[in-house]
Antibody, heavy 117, light 106 residues
């Protein structure tokens, strides 16, 4: 059974940093591209970052480019999202997701990040 | 960036009623994918590659479309179908979602 379990969320002040983790199991993690997708409270879904299976390529939404960094450790079956210079508009539920071609076929349960003073 | 516009934003349907949700792109896309989300839960994969049902999705659901216009159809609305549905496309390592259609029971 595929499982994606996020952790690392919490309440932080504007301008601070936070690192999210997503531990994967039930599939060959090192063979698949992985993503972070977020959802602000009562809002829609926003894709924010992609990392290829081998970490050779990374892509970001304009809203987080230069502030967020996606990475992975295939030896630990873990995906990361390092978030710097956090803003109130980054407040959201953050999901990690596995993709099969362009389709997100498995999602984690999400982790909440709240940016507030 | 490809922008996806879903319509309607909100709708209500009676049990047994046929439901159609539309997703239009501002440029042609090869495929459209759909997700179902219920309050407090993660999105669930629902329809992929425009018309293929994800595992466990009832066959009263179907997807169709091409180019810039796609749709999700429920042949006969059931109570359990109340949810928000999102369309999503992928092109050139960029992914976008529609704003969602909230489907309620009338």
């Amino acid at each position: 059974e595929v499982q994606l379990v996020e952790s690392g969320g919490g309440l932080v002040q504007p301008g601070s940093s936070l690192k999210l983790s997503c531990v994967a199991s039930g599939f060959t993690f090192s063979s698949y591209n992985m993503h972070w997708i977020r959802q602000a409270p009562k809002k829609g879904l926003e894709w924010i970052a992609l990392i290829y299976y081998d970490s050779d390529n990374k892509y970001y939404a304009d809203s987080v480019k230069g502030r967020f960094t996606i990475s992975r450790d295939n030896s630990k079956n873990t995906l990361y999202l390092e978030m710097n210079s956090l803003r109130s508009e980054d407040t959201a539920m953050y999901y990690c997701a596995k993709s099969y071609y362009g389709f997100f076929d498995y999602w984690g349960q999400g982790v909440m990040v709240t940016v507030s003073s | 960036e490809i922008v996806l516009t879903q319509s309607p934003t909100t709708m209500a349907a009676s049990p047994g009623e046929k439901v159609t949700i539309t997703c239009r792109a501002n440029s042609s896309v090869s495929y459209m994918h759909w997700y179902q989300q219920k309050p407090g839960a993660s999105p669930k994969p629902w329809i992929y590659d425009t018309s293929k049902l994800a595992s466990g999705v009832p066959n009263r659901f179907s997807g169709s479309g091409s180019g810039t216009s796609y749709s999700l159809t429920i042949s006969s609305m059931e109570t359990e179908d109340t949810a928000t549905y999102y369309c999503q496309q992928w092109s050139n390592n960029s992914y976008t979602f529609g704003a969602g259609t909230k489907l309620e029971l009338k």
